[in-house]
């Protein structure tokens, strides 16, 4: 994900970096290959994760770890569809609705690593089919 200044090409558009003030401020996570998400997993927020908004961007806070990561842009967007009933299909199918024009691939591509990101992270936990 790049830096988030809004290109209006897509969810690559968004990023998610660490705060300035927490841990690896340096910069994010490096990215780890292909996403193994699958589009039918349903995620929902962390229950130990706390959001705040900072303008247009989300600080999100690992409670148990100290953690802070800054949402920007598209990542920002995405994550308030992380309602724990939408499963990675729907995000991007409201992503390529607020993005028309971008590459469907790319777009499931991105999404799903950004789901795979966050996972890895612990902020968000999967939804068991009931």
Do not use: C, K, N
Request: aromatic letters at 2%.
């Amino acid at each position: 994900m790049t830096d988030g200044e809004g290109t209006g090409r897509g969810p690559g558009e968004g990023r998610v970096a660490p705060a300035a003030d927490g841990p690896g401020a340096s910069g994010g996570p490096a990215r780890r290959g292909a996403p193994t998400v699958d589009g039918r997993l349903v995620v929902r927020v962390s229950p130990r994760v706390a959001v705040a908004r900072d303008g247009d961007a989300l600080v999100v806070a690992q409670l148990d770890r100290s953690a802070l990561r800054r949402l920007e842009g598209t990542a920002a967007e995405l994550w308030a569809r992380l309602d724990g009933v939408a499963a990675v299909d729907d995000l991007v199918d409201a992503s390529l609705a607020d993005h028309p024009g971008a590459d469907p691939a790319a777009v499931r591509e991105q999404v799903a690593a950004f789901v795979d990101q966050l996972l890895a992270e612990g902020l968000v936990e999967r939804v068991e089919p009931a």
